[in-house]
């Protein structure tokens, strides 16, 4: 029996993933990437100087340094790329499932940050470092028209990429609902909307959350708004209340903290 066209494209889809590498940059990423063992490692260049300051991380990376001249540093990453004499290839990392991230057991009521389109890889970088600091469980983007795995992402996540679960899935709003049927309350952040985000949490930080976030700009799609369980804004001091998405998220994540 001949497989359908989508089961083909599907298996197609999953080859070139598997194949796709990533080139991470920086000393806090590649540093970060060698000591974590869940990450697989290809090749890693080096300055003299970058190799010193990198330490016993590139032995426990079980890799042998390529040593680089800084003025004509061979990794092929852009050129201006601020990436301190470091790079290292990557296979991307596999998080699991949604569904066992959001009902793993942990010492915290679970919290997850879902992203509806934010594209820029600086925005999400910071966002994965709220999201590790204020102990979420994962950050959730769509697989098309958001930032993907990349080094420009990592070196803003200043090594939280390594720690923090990143996951994309084929549809938000299918996501938010598979949430939403295992307890977690899901709030959608909008300037426009009624109730405070402080408000909406009073006497449910027990409870998981989700939050979600929409790209600076066109903020959250209709589609997304009417799945939430609720829209909330953060408050603000004066009329002037508009917040870079990632500022935005790491507020969102103080103001529910269990």
């Known amino acids: 029996m001949k497989k359908p066209k989508w089961v083909i494209a599907k298996e197609q889809a999953k080859r070139a993933a598997a194949q796709e590498t990533v080139w991470l940059f920086g000393l806090h990423a590649v540093r970060d990437a060698l000591l974590n063992p869940k990450r697989e490692k290809l090749r890693l260049v080096v300055t003299r100087n970058a190799l010193d300051r990198l330490g016993e991380a590139v032995a426990t990376g079980g890799l042998t340094p390529e040593i680089s001249d800084p003025r004509k540093f ?3 990453i852009d050129p ?10 990557v296979k991307p990392l596999d998080w699991g499932s949604l569904d066992d991230l959001a009902l793993g057991d942990g010492a915290m009521p679970p919290r997850i940050v879902l992203l509806d389109r934010v594209t820029d890889p600086h925005n999400v970088g910071a966002i994965l470092r ?5 102990g979420a469980r994962a950050v ?3 697989q098309r028209h958001s930032a993907p795995e990349t080094g420009a992402l990592a070196k803003t996540a200043s090594g939280a990429l390594e720690r923090q679960p990143y996951l994309r899935v084929r ?3 299918d996501a938010m609902i598979a949430l939403q049927d295992v307890g ?8 426009e909307a009624e109730q405070t985000i402080e408000a909406a949490i009073e006497g449910k930080r027990d409870r998981p959350v989700a939050l979600v976030l929409g790209a600076e ?3 959250l799609r209709d589609k997304t708004k009417e799945t939430c369980d609720q829209l909330v804004r953060i408050d603000a001091a004066a009329a002037f209340g508009s917040l870079n998405v990632s500022n935005a998220a790491a507020v969102a994540l103080y ?3 269990g």
Not at 80 to 89: D, F, I, K, M, R
Not at 130 to 134: G, I, N, P, T, Y
Not at 184 to 191: E, H, P, R, S
């Open 74 to 76: 061979a990794a092929p």
């Open 80 to 89: 201006q790329s601020v990436h301190q004499g470091a790079a290292l290839e």
């Open 130 to 134: 709220s999201a590790e600091v204020f």
């Open 140 to 142: 959730v983007a769509v």
């Open 171 to 173: 549809n938000l709003a």
């Open 184 to 191: 977690y309350l899901v709030l959608g952040l909008d300037g």
């Open 217 to 219: 700009g066109p903020g």
């Open 255 to 257: 103001a529910i903290r």
